[in-house]
Protein backbone atom coordinates (compact mmCIF):
# COMPACT_ATOMS: atom_id res chain seq x y z
CA UNK A 1 0.00 0.00 0.00
CA UNK A 2 1.75 3.37 -0.82
CA UNK A 3 0.96 7.01 -0.80
CA UNK A 4 -0.26 7.98 -3.54
CA UNK A 5 -1.59 11.89 -3.09
CA UNK A 6 -2.07 14.26 -0.56
CA UNK A 7 -4.38 16.99 -0.20
CA UNK A 8 -4.06 20.01 1.79
CA UNK A 9 -7.59 21.98 2.19
CA UNK A 10 -7.81 25.36 3.50
CA UNK A 11 -11.50 25.63 5.37
CA UNK A 12 -12.87 28.60 7.56
CA UNK A 13 -15.70 28.58 10.23
CA UNK A 14 -16.58 31.07 12.08
CA UNK A 15 -16.17 31.33 16.12
CA UNK A 16 -19.85 31.67 17.81
CA UNK A 17 -17.33 34.57 19.82
CA UNK A 18 -14.03 35.66 20.00
CA UNK A 19 -11.78 33.75 21.95
CA UNK A 20 -9.45 36.01 23.51
CA UNK A 21 -6.20 34.83 25.52
CA UNK A 22 -2.71 36.72 26.28
CA UNK A 23 -0.86 35.77 22.75
CA UNK A 24 -3.60 36.61 20.61
CA UNK A 25 -7.65 35.70 19.87
CA UNK A 26 -9.28 34.46 16.92
CA UNK A 27 -12.14 34.83 15.25
CA UNK A 28 -12.54 32.44 12.75
CA UNK A 29 -11.15 28.85 12.77
CA UNK A 30 -8.91 28.92 9.10
CA UNK A 31 -7.61 24.96 9.32
CA UNK A 32 -6.26 22.68 7.16
CA UNK A 33 -7.78 19.35 6.33
CA UNK A 34 -5.29 16.98 4.84
CA UNK A 35 -5.67 14.00 3.31
CA UNK A 36 -3.40 11.06 2.75
CA UNK A 37 -4.33 8.84 -0.01
CA UNK A 38 -3.24 5.34 -0.80
CA UNK A 39 -3.21 3.15 -3.84
CA UNK A 40 -5.41 0.65 -1.92
CA UNK A 41 -8.14 3.26 -1.77
CA UNK A 42 -7.60 3.84 1.89
CA UNK A 43 -7.86 7.97 3.05
CA UNK A 44 -6.26 8.96 6.34
CA UNK A 45 -7.94 12.52 7.54
CA UNK A 46 -6.49 15.05 10.36
CA UNK A 47 -6.50 18.89 10.73
CA UNK A 48 -4.14 21.25 10.91
CA UNK A 49 -4.77 24.37 12.96
CA UNK A 50 -2.40 27.35 12.35
CA UNK A 51 -1.54 29.52 15.35
CA UNK A 52 0.91 32.55 13.78
CA UNK A 53 1.23 34.02 17.27
CA UNK A 54 2.61 30.78 18.98
CA UNK A 55 4.17 28.94 15.67
CA UNK A 56 4.54 30.91 13.22
CA UNK A 57 1.96 28.99 10.77
CA UNK A 58 -0.67 30.47 8.48
CA UNK A 59 -3.27 28.80 6.60
CA UNK A 60 -1.56 29.52 3.87
CA UNK A 61 1.87 28.70 5.01
CA UNK A 62 0.70 25.04 5.69
CA UNK A 63 -1.12 24.27 2.30
CA UNK A 64 2.13 25.15 0.74
CA UNK A 65 4.59 23.79 2.55
CA UNK A 66 2.32 20.38 2.13
CA UNK A 67 2.17 20.83 -1.61
CA UNK A 68 4.84 21.81 -2.64
CA UNK A 69 7.79 20.21 0.03
CA UNK A 70 6.31 17.65 1.85
CA UNK A 71 3.75 15.90 -0.31
CA UNK A 72 6.48 15.33 -3.12
CA UNK A 73 8.97 13.88 -0.05
CA UNK A 74 6.12 11.21 1.10
CA UNK A 75 4.93 10.27 -1.90
CA UNK A 76 5.44 6.52 -2.87
CA UNK A 77 6.15 5.14 0.73
CA UNK A 78 4.17 2.90 2.76
CA UNK A 79 1.94 4.04 5.83
CA UNK A 80 4.23 1.82 7.99
CA UNK A 81 7.21 3.68 6.78
CA UNK A 82 6.91 6.50 9.53
CA UNK A 83 10.45 6.93 10.90
CA UNK A 84 11.17 7.74 6.16
CA UNK A 85 8.59 9.97 6.19
CA UNK A 86 9.52 11.82 9.72
CA UNK A 87 13.15 11.75 8.33
CA UNK A 88 12.50 13.56 5.08
CA UNK A 89 9.78 16.39 6.78
CA UNK A 90 12.16 17.27 9.20
CA UNK A 91 14.71 18.03 6.18
CA UNK A 92 12.28 21.37 6.71
CA UNK A 93 12.62 23.26 10.40
CA UNK A 94 9.59 24.40 11.55
CA UNK A 95 5.75 23.78 10.04
CA UNK A 96 5.25 21.91 13.48
CA UNK A 97 1.28 21.74 13.01
CA UNK A 98 1.46 20.42 8.95
CA UNK A 99 3.81 18.03 9.83
CA UNK A 100 1.31 16.76 12.65
CA UNK A 101 -1.32 16.18 10.22
CA UNK A 102 0.29 13.93 8.14
CA UNK A 103 2.02 11.77 10.97
CA UNK A 104 -1.84 11.28 12.16
CA UNK A 105 -3.14 10.89 9.01
CA UNK A 106 -0.64 8.30 8.38
CA UNK A 107 -2.39 6.85 11.54
CA UNK A 108 -5.56 6.59 10.48
CA UNK A 109 -4.70 4.98 7.65
CA UNK A 110 -3.16 2.31 9.45
CA UNK A 111 -6.14 1.74 11.82
CA UNK A 112 -8.37 1.52 8.67
CA UNK A 113 -5.89 -1.28 7.47
CA UNK A 114 -5.60 -3.04 10.49
CA UNK A 115 -9.68 -2.65 11.42
CA UNK A 116 -8.99 -1.12 14.70
CA UNK A 117 -9.36 1.91 16.10
CA UNK A 118 -6.00 4.36 16.36
CA UNK A 119 -7.04 4.48 19.94
CA UNK A 120 -6.23 1.12 20.45
CA UNK A 121 -2.78 0.66 18.45
CA UNK A 122 -1.87 3.56 20.83
CA UNK A 123 -2.24 1.57 23.73
CA UNK A 124 -6.06 1.26 24.56
CA UNK A 125 -6.22 2.59 28.40
CA UNK A 126 -9.98 3.69 28.31
CA UNK A 127 -12.34 4.52 25.91
CA UNK A 128 -13.00 8.65 27.41
CA UNK A 129 -11.70 11.38 28.63
CA UNK A 130 -13.10 13.70 31.52
CA UNK A 131 -13.10 17.27 29.42
CA UNK A 132 -11.80 20.37 30.57
CA UNK A 133 -13.44 23.86 29.22
CA UNK A 134 -11.32 27.04 28.33
CA UNK A 135 -12.99 30.15 29.60
CA UNK A 136 -11.15 33.14 27.85
CA UNK A 137 -10.86 36.58 28.94
CA UNK A 138 -13.89 38.40 29.74
CA UNK A 139 -15.52 40.30 32.26
CA UNK A 140 -15.61 38.11 35.44
CA UNK A 141 -18.79 37.96 35.43
CA UNK A 142 -19.29 36.60 32.03
CA UNK A 143 -16.45 34.35 32.96
CA UNK A 144 -18.65 32.67 35.73
CA UNK A 145 -21.62 32.43 33.44
CA UNK A 146 -19.71 30.58 30.47
CA UNK A 147 -18.36 28.43 33.08
CA UNK A 148 -21.85 27.34 34.67
CA UNK A 149 -23.28 27.45 31.47
CA UNK A 150 -20.77 24.62 30.28
CA UNK A 151 -20.78 22.92 33.85
CA UNK A 152 -24.92 22.70 33.55
CA UNK A 153 -24.96 21.46 29.57
CA UNK A 154 -22.11 18.66 29.57
CA UNK A 155 -21.07 18.44 33.33
CA UNK A 156 -17.82 19.53 33.04
CA UNK A 157 -16.15 20.04 36.74
CA UNK A 158 -12.31 21.44 35.22
CA UNK A 159 -11.52 24.59 34.05
CA UNK A 160 -8.73 26.05 32.25
CA UNK A 161 -8.69 29.86 32.67
CA UNK A 162 -6.85 31.86 30.43
CA UNK A 163 -4.66 34.70 32.32
CA UNK A 164 -1.72 37.09 31.60
CA UNK A 165 -4.06 40.35 31.61
CA UNK A 166 -2.27 44.06 32.91
CA UNK A 167 -3.22 44.53 35.42
CA UNK A 168 -2.64 40.62 36.90
CA UNK A 169 -5.32 41.63 39.64
CA UNK A 170 -8.07 41.56 37.10
CA UNK A 171 -6.92 37.70 36.63
CA UNK A 172 -6.84 37.23 40.22
CA UNK A 173 -10.45 38.81 41.01
CA UNK A 174 -11.82 36.74 38.11
CA UNK A 175 -10.13 33.45 39.31
CA UNK A 176 -11.98 34.21 42.68
CA UNK A 177 -15.21 35.09 41.27
CA UNK A 178 -14.63 31.37 39.68
CA UNK A 179 -13.66 30.02 42.61
CA UNK A 180 -16.74 31.46 44.75
CA UNK A 181 -19.46 30.43 42.06
CA UNK A 182 -18.48 26.75 40.92
CA UNK A 183 -17.34 25.74 44.63
CA UNK A 184 -14.51 23.41 45.95
CA UNK A 185 -15.19 21.03 44.14
CA UNK A 186 -14.64 22.15 40.54
CA UNK A 187 -10.82 22.09 38.82
CA UNK A 188 -9.05 25.05 38.13
CA UNK A 189 -6.21 25.49 36.36
CA UNK A 190 -4.50 29.11 34.95
CA UNK A 191 -2.63 29.34 31.21
CA UNK A 192 -1.20 32.90 31.18
CA UNK A 193 0.11 32.86 27.32
CA UNK A 194 3.47 33.85 28.40
CA UNK A 195 1.36 37.32 29.58
CA UNK A 196 2.98 37.98 32.79
CA UNK A 197 6.66 39.15 34.01
CA UNK A 198 7.94 36.49 36.40
CA UNK A 199 7.38 38.92 39.43
CA UNK A 200 3.58 39.59 38.50
CA UNK A 201 3.13 35.65 38.05
CA UNK A 202 4.95 34.99 41.06
CA UNK A 203 2.26 37.79 43.23
CA UNK A 204 -0.27 36.07 41.25
CA UNK A 205 0.41 32.77 42.49
CA UNK A 206 0.61 34.05 46.08
CA UNK A 207 -2.96 36.09 46.01
CA UNK A 208 -4.39 32.72 44.78
CA UNK A 209 -2.79 30.33 46.88
CA UNK A 210 -6.11 29.91 48.61
CA UNK A 211 -7.89 29.09 45.61
CA UNK A 212 -6.93 25.01 44.90
CA UNK A 213 -5.55 25.49 41.88
CA UNK A 214 -4.57 22.35 39.81
CA UNK A 215 -1.53 24.02 37.51
CA UNK A 216 0.02 27.20 36.09
CA UNK A 217 0.68 27.35 32.69
CA UNK A 218 3.13 29.25 30.86
CA UNK A 219 2.73 32.68 32.77
CA UNK A 220 5.87 33.89 31.19
CA UNK A 221 7.95 33.61 28.52
CA UNK A 222 10.36 30.69 28.94
CA UNK A 223 12.89 33.06 27.03
CA UNK A 224 13.57 34.87 29.91
CA UNK A 225 15.06 32.44 31.23
CA UNK A 226 16.75 33.02 34.57
CA UNK A 227 13.14 34.47 35.52
CA UNK A 228 11.38 31.43 34.63
CA UNK A 229 13.25 29.69 36.61
CA UNK A 230 12.93 31.54 39.78
CA UNK A 231 9.29 31.65 39.37
CA UNK A 232 8.76 27.98 38.85
CA UNK A 233 11.30 27.31 41.69
CA UNK A 234 8.66 28.60 43.87
CA UNK A 235 5.44 27.71 42.33
CA UNK A 236 3.35 25.85 44.74
CA UNK A 237 1.55 23.54 41.79
CA UNK A 238 2.56 21.77 39.05
CA UNK A 239 3.97 24.11 36.42
CA UNK A 240 2.78 22.95 32.53
CA UNK A 241 5.56 23.59 29.93
CA UNK A 242 3.05 24.45 26.75
CA UNK A 243 4.72 26.26 23.79
CA UNK A 244 7.84 26.61 24.96
CA UNK A 245 8.13 22.80 25.02
CA UNK A 246 6.73 21.38 21.32
CA UNK A 247 9.34 18.74 20.31
CA UNK A 248 11.19 16.16 22.73
CA UNK A 249 14.61 18.06 22.89
CA UNK A 250 12.54 21.34 24.44
CA UNK A 251 10.86 19.31 26.93
CA UNK A 252 14.59 17.89 27.91
CA UNK A 253 15.68 21.52 28.30
CA UNK A 254 12.81 23.28 30.08
CA UNK A 255 12.39 19.93 32.83
CA UNK A 256 16.57 19.37 33.32
CA UNK A 257 16.54 23.11 33.17
CA UNK A 258 14.26 23.95 35.92
CA UNK A 259 11.93 25.83 33.60
CA UNK A 260 8.53 23.85 34.08
CA UNK A 261 7.27 20.91 36.65
CA UNK A 262 4.75 19.35 33.92
CA UNK A 263 4.16 19.03 30.07
CA UNK A 264 1.06 19.85 27.83
CA UNK A 265 0.88 17.40 24.82
CA UNK A 266 -1.34 18.73 22.25
CA UNK A 267 -1.37 16.06 19.19
CA UNK A 268 -2.11 19.08 16.57
CA UNK A 269 1.60 20.13 17.01
CA UNK A 270 3.22 16.68 17.58
CA UNK A 271 0.90 13.84 16.08
CA UNK A 272 0.63 10.58 17.48
CA UNK A 273 4.32 9.49 17.30
CA UNK A 274 6.21 12.47 18.22
CA UNK A 275 3.89 12.79 21.11
CA UNK A 276 4.33 9.60 22.23
CA UNK A 277 7.82 10.11 22.50
CA UNK A 278 7.04 12.93 24.78
CA UNK A 279 4.84 11.24 27.09
CA UNK A 280 7.12 8.26 27.48
CA UNK A 281 10.11 10.68 28.25
CA UNK A 282 7.64 12.41 31.06
CA UNK A 283 7.05 8.87 32.36
CA UNK A 284 10.69 8.31 32.73
CA UNK A 285 11.36 11.21 34.64
CA UNK A 286 8.23 10.92 36.99
CA UNK A 287 6.45 14.10 35.43
CA UNK A 288 2.72 14.83 34.71
CA UNK A 289 1.07 15.81 31.91
CA UNK A 290 -1.97 17.27 30.18
CA UNK A 291 -3.78 16.90 26.61
CA UNK A 292 -3.83 19.97 25.75
CA UNK A 293 -5.64 22.43 22.66
CA UNK A 294 -5.06 23.94 19.66
CA UNK A 295 -8.49 25.49 19.18
CA UNK A 296 -9.08 22.36 17.17
CA UNK A 297 -12.09 21.57 15.58
CA UNK A 298 -13.99 18.32 15.99
CA UNK A 299 -11.21 16.26 13.52
CA UNK A 300 -8.59 17.92 15.53
CA UNK A 301 -10.40 16.88 19.13
CA UNK A 302 -11.22 13.35 18.01
CA UNK A 303 -7.35 13.24 17.32
CA UNK A 304 -6.51 14.39 20.97
CA UNK A 305 -9.05 11.87 22.94
CA UNK A 306 -7.48 9.21 20.68
CA UNK A 307 -4.75 9.43 22.01
CA UNK A 308 -5.13 11.04 25.42
CA UNK A 309 -7.29 7.91 25.90
CA UNK A 310 -5.01 5.25 24.71
CA UNK A 311 -2.33 5.98 27.61
CA UNK A 312 -2.97 5.76 31.57
CA UNK A 313 -0.18 9.11 32.02
CA UNK A 314 -2.79 11.15 29.61
CA UNK A 315 -5.59 9.79 30.85
CA UNK A 316 -5.16 10.91 34.20
CA UNK A 317 -6.30 14.71 34.14
CA UNK A 318 -9.16 16.19 31.89
CA UNK A 319 -7.81 17.14 28.42
CA UNK A 320 -8.97 20.42 26.43
CA UNK A 321 -11.92 18.92 24.37
CA UNK A 322 -14.02 21.32 24.06
CA UNK A 323 -12.93 24.28 22.00
CA UNK A 324 -14.59 23.04 19.32
CA UNK A 325 -18.03 24.36 21.42
CA UNK A 326 -17.10 27.47 20.43
CA UNK A 327 -17.29 27.39 16.77
CA UNK A 328 -20.31 27.74 14.78
CA UNK A 329 -20.30 24.44 13.17
CA UNK A 330 -17.85 21.73 11.48
CA UNK A 331 -17.00 19.24 9.31
CA UNK A 332 -17.87 16.01 10.87
CA UNK A 333 -20.56 14.21 9.57
CA UNK A 334 -21.38 12.82 13.47
CA UNK A 335 -20.71 15.53 15.73
CA UNK A 336 -18.78 15.14 18.69
CA UNK A 337 -20.67 14.71 21.89
CA UNK A 338 -19.68 15.41 25.19
CA UNK A 339 -21.95 13.94 27.90
CA UNK A 340 -20.92 13.80 31.95
CA UNK A 341 -18.27 15.76 31.10
CA UNK A 342 -16.67 12.46 29.17
CA UNK A 343 -15.95 12.62 25.04
CA UNK A 344 -15.19 8.77 24.14
CA UNK A 345 -13.44 7.83 21.07
CA UNK A 346 -14.45 6.96 18.32
CA UNK A 347 -14.22 3.18 18.12
CA UNK A 348 -14.43 2.62 13.68
CA UNK A 349 -11.45 1.24 12.38
CA UNK A 350 -8.56 4.38 12.41
CA UNK A 351 -9.66 7.55 13.64
CA UNK A 352 -13.67 7.66 13.17
CA UNK A 353 -13.47 10.66 10.92
CA UNK A 354 -16.42 11.01 8.75
CA UNK A 355 -16.41 14.31 6.18
CA UNK A 356 -19.89 15.80 5.57
CA UNK A 357 -19.02 16.45 1.85
CA UNK A 358 -21.80 19.84 1.60
CA UNK A 359 -19.61 21.09 4.80
CA UNK A 360 -16.55 20.61 3.58
CA UNK A 361 -17.85 22.06 -0.01
CA UNK A 362 -19.48 25.16 2.17
CA UNK A 363 -16.64 25.72 3.89
CA UNK A 364 -13.20 25.60 1.86
CA UNK A 365 -11.58 28.45 0.58
CA UNK A 366 -9.64 26.95 -2.09
CA UNK A 367 -13.01 26.52 -4.85
Same mark, same amino acid.
Given at each position: ????????????????? +?????????????????????????????????????????????????????? +???? $??????????????????????????????????????????????????? &?????????????????????????????????????????????????????????? &?????????? $???????????????????????????? &???????????????????????????????????????????????????????????????????????????????????????????????? $??????????????????????????????????? &??????????????
Amino acid at each position: MKIVQVEAIPFAIPYAK +PLKFASGEVHTADHVLVRVHTDEGLIGTAEAPPRPYTYGETQESIVAVIDKIFA +PQIL $GLTPLEREAVHARLERTVGNPTAKAALDMALWDILGQAAGMPVSGLLGGYT &DRMRVSHMVGFAPADEMVAEAERIRDTYGITTFKVKVGRQPYTDDVAACRALRAALGP &DVELYIDGNR $GWTASDSARALREMSELGLTFAEELCPA &DDVLGRRWLVAQSPVPFIADESATRPAEVTRELLGGSATAISIKTARTGFTASQRVLHQCEGLGVEVVMGNQIDGQVGTLCSVAFGAAHRSSARHA $GELSNFLDMTDDLLAEPLTIAHGNLRIREDAGLGI &DIDPDKLARYRQDR
